[in-house]
């Protein structure tokens, strides 16, 4: 996801992600949240917008909420198709040019299936990628791709074989079977396939660098390949609005499956950001919070001050606040 897009000032919209997860041991620990802040905010506040999915869209709930916050539509209005969400283009002086984002990456293969580790879970240092960074970047010229060094963590590709590439999002594909998540393209095929070349040539081109047995003796896990996704391209330069504010620790537990991190993490975030925007709502301001699981994102905002929601929350007083969990559960 973009990140310079991050409002300069207070946000009155918290988007949660990774505020559920479809994983087993996420549904187990669910009962046991103890989340009064939220209970309190979510009778103060009413459902306004529900984006109904599943776990295996390529762009993830809070990837799409995130996009229909700061205005990253299509010129009719509507959201991007699955997996085609502009997050590289939107950071770039040409947003109009197809791009994505190139992440290195583990490929850990298994007995049954191949397993992709982000950098971001790697302790990937620059020298390291920066090293396979310029031993990928004159093949991918050749191919029409222009690769750019942005971070350890990520590479910026523009290039026309990227046009209308559908790719996953890495929160998708962190840490689960890389099977079913591969980028495609109906209507550019031709590019699909040279990517999927790029990254055969990339595993090989990166197996026999000298930084693979450099990472291998320090015990790290070798940089075996790359990743895309924020693929995509703007039909006209958009004006976009501030983001949202969005706490990462509940993400960063559940991609790496840790769910007493993450059962700490929503804890913590309740007695702080959740606490605070309870607090705006009750002084009457104007909040917005969207919670995003792995199929669903439900956004809410705060009641009209009319005598019909007066009498609402009235009646919420007297029948008692749902357990935020039951919210959660339905992510």
Known sequence: MPASHLASEPSSHLLVPFASASDPGCRAVLPQLALPQLSALLAELVPVVRDEGNEHS????????LAQAIGLLRPDGCPFDDGLIPWAAIEDAQPTAPQAWFTPCHFQVGMEQVTLLPAEQLDLADAHSRALFDALAPYCAEDGITLSYTSATRWHARGEPL?????????????RSVEGWLAESAANRQGAQLLKRLQSEAQMLFYTHAMHDEREAARLHPI???WV????ALAQPLTLRPAPAQPDTLRQAALQADWRRWQQAWEALDAGEIAQWLARARRGEAVTLTLCGERTAQRFTNAPRTAVGRIGRMFKNILGQNPAWKTLESL
């Open 58 to 65: 390529l762009s993830p709930p809070h990837e799409r909420a």
């Open 163 to 175: 046009r209308g590439i559908a790719s996953a999002s890495l929160d998708r594909v962190g840490g």
């Open 224 to 226: 075996n390949g790359f």
């Open 229 to 232: 996704s924020g693929a995509g």
